[in-house]
């Protein structure tokens, strides 16, 4: 029998390591050549590692959460044939495709294979039960005196007031809490009382993980400020019906790729927002297309696929590319360059909304923009009062690029684009 070492390849330009994610087989187990044998994790992406060969698995890298360099040995896999084989060099690129991090996956490692079985012990003598309170035998319901209000509340907690001992003549409060102390509210629930569950320990792993890293490295490494600015959409949202109700076969169109076509349509007046800061070289770039990142929730975490070139698409086109990159982000789809390059993000929490947000700028970028929800509320107008649909949009920025009346100056150009919609279309 021969052995062969499977290296973990290099799987992005300027990757060193890569977590363990999820396991796909286990010690002792069968591998057929390209069967999956785990997910790896980078900054930018999760990747498939795939057998080259057939054999049984002999050895596994460590566990899920565990960060294996590039180049060292992932698992250790018997093959028929004579003499150890060594897997292609870890320079070797490999095709990457992003997958969906599956909850529960198994963990496994030699330590827990190779461990022997427990051996058992005797249990230990149980010491002896207190004397039971005096109660009606078990499954003998007997006649009982008891008010109308204990007798529902007993049909509520599912108790048979035959096994409950009275201290006088009739069965009161009083005794049903006893009893329900007695029996440690075994079997029984009190209506609107919550019971605890158990303490549940959770590893930070995967796309959790680079969440909690990328999120603390942006609140350390950028001083955050964020500007509110309330906008009145209710000429949006009637554009917004009327283009819905006429759009035939071509996609909904919610509030977002209006937002995006005024985003970029304001930024060449204001370049400081769509751009990256490099800390370590010290400079500052300002990009002239907009990479629009779009945070997505999915069950592996939040995401963020970028819209490229925003600015050369209308509102049609922007629905379309916003459902098909938040379609891939959820079914693990994404292509690796569809969630990297972004140059500004927009977050929205959609119906949930809330009445401002302040949220973290998406690191190396400078800026983030956060719709919050839409309200009806009355405004004055004039000496009128009317009915209008209001929304606030907030604005996070780094304060070592964007100063405060750039941030406010930017958000005021949007609120009048978004208050006149027909200049979203105007040249």
């Known amino acids: 029998m021969a052995r062969y070492s499977f290296r973990l390849p290099d799987i992005g330009e300027g990757i060193a390591e890569a977590e363990i994610v999820a396991w796909h087989v286990k010690i002792g187990e069968r591998v057929e050549e390209d069967a999956q044998l785990a997910d790896m994790m980078t900054d930018k992406a999760t990747v498939e590692m795939e057998s080259p060969v057939s054999g049984i698995v002999v050895e596994l890298a460590g566990e899920v959460g565990d960060l294996i360099p590039i180049g060292s040995t992932l698992a250790v896999i018997e093959t028929d044939g004579d003499g150890d084989v060594e897997a292609p060099p870890a320079d070797t690129p490999v095709e990457q495709e992003i997958v969906a991090e599956t909850p529960g996956a198994e963990e496994v490692s030699v330590a827990e294979v190779a461990a022997p079985a427990p051996v058992a012990t005797p249990a230990p003598t149980p010491a002896p039960a207190p004397a039971p309170a005096p109660v009606a035998a078990a499954g003998h319901s007997r006649a009982v005196l008891a008010s109308p209000a204990v007798r529902a509340r007993a049909k509520d907690l599912g108790v048979d007031l035959?096994?409950?001992?009275?201290?006088?003549?009739?069965?009161?409060h009083a005794d049903l809490d006893a009893f329900l102390r007695y029996s440690g509210g075994q079997g029984y629930h009190t209506p609107g009382v919550s019971r605890a569950r158990a303490d549940e320990p959770i590893k930070v792993i995967g796309m959790r993980r680079k969440i909690a890293e990328n999120m603390a490295a942006s609140k350390r490494a950028i001083p955050h400020f964020t500007y509110v600015e309330e906008m009145d959409v209710t000429a949006l949202e009637e554009m917004r019906a009327d283009l819905n109700a006429n759009r035939g076969g071509r996609p909904k169109l919610t509030m977002l790729p209006f937002l995006i076509v005024a985003i970029c349509r304001t930024i060449p007046?204001?370049?400081?927002?769509?751009?990256?800061?490099?800390?370590?070289?010290?400079?500052?770039?300002?990009?002239?297309?907009?990479?629009?990142?779009?945070?997505?929730?999915?069950?592996?975490?939040?995401?963020?696929?970028?819209?490229?070139?925003?600015?050369?698409?209308?509102?049609?086109q922007l629905a379309s590319e916003i459902t098909r990159l938040a379609e891939a982000a959820r079914t693990g789809k994404a292509k690796v360059e569809e969630l990297t390059g972004g140059t500004l993000t927009v977050t929205s929490l959609g119906p949930l909304g809330g009445i401002a947000t302040t949220p973290v700028i998406n690191r190396p970028e400078v800026a983030i923009v956060g719709p919050n929800k839409i309200v009806e509320r009355p405004v004055f107008d004039g000496d009128e009062i009317r009915r209008a649909k209001l929304m606030n949009l907030s604005i996070s920025c780094d304060h070592r690029v964007v100063d405060g009346w750039d941030a406010a100056s930017y958000v005021q150009a949007l609120k009048k684009l978004v208050e006149t919609p027909v200049l979203l279309f105007a040249d």
Request: glycine share 12%; no cysteine; charged share 25%.
């Open 162 to 172: 035959g096994q409950v001992q009275a201290e006088g003549d009739r069965i009161r």
């Open 269 to 316: 007046q204001f370049p400081m927002i769509n751009a990256r800061y490099d800390d370590e070289g010290g400079v500052v770039t300002r990009y002239g297309a907009v990479h629009l990142g779009m945070a997505t929730q999915t069950d592996a975490g939040l995401m963020v696929p970028v819209i490229r070139d925003a600015q050369d698409k209308n509102v049609w």
